[in-house]
């Protein structure tokens, strides 16, 4: 298990890259557009079940039957069906003022994931 903890980490390192990226742009145009609402709340869950799909797919691809074995599980545990999730998942993409939000709380996630992951070794050796 120990040789699949620096896969991870460089997948979430380059989704986080990409995301941060992402971001960035849709920040540039809310600014330029003057964007003075204030943002509606993110559902945590979602974010939570969001970011564990983009490791699976990360590490495992889109298309190979690993992922989707693993997507199915991810969804069935955070109480989603394929369609339920996919609808807000679109609504998330076509409303520019819940995909700020949601993509910062997407970079959080796994912002803290890498962390944790970069703490777990310590831990493992006994240096905390």
């Known amino acids: 298990m120990t040789d699949v903890q620096p896969r991870i980490i460089k997948s979430l390192k380059s989704v986080a890259g990409r995301f941060l990226m992402i971001l ?14 204030k ?26 039957p690993t992922a989707r074995i693993k997507r199915k599980v991810i969804l069935d545990s955070a109480g989603y069906s394929r369609d339920q999730f996919l609808k807000k998942a679109n609504a998330i993409l076509d409303d520019r003022d819940m995909w700020v939000p949601f993509q ?9 994931l890498i962390e944790q992951n970069k703490a777990a070794p310590a831990r493992r050796r006994g240096e905390d």
């Open 24 to 37: 960035g742009l849709t920040v540039l145009l809310c600014l330029q557009s003057g964007c003075d609402k």
């Open 104 to 112: 910062k709380a997407v970079i959080d996630r796994l912002d803290t």
């Open 39 to 64: 943002a509606p709340s993110v559902d945590q869950k979602f974010v939570n079940t969001y970011t564990e799909l983009l490791i699976v797919e990360q590490m495992y691809g889109k298309d190979s």
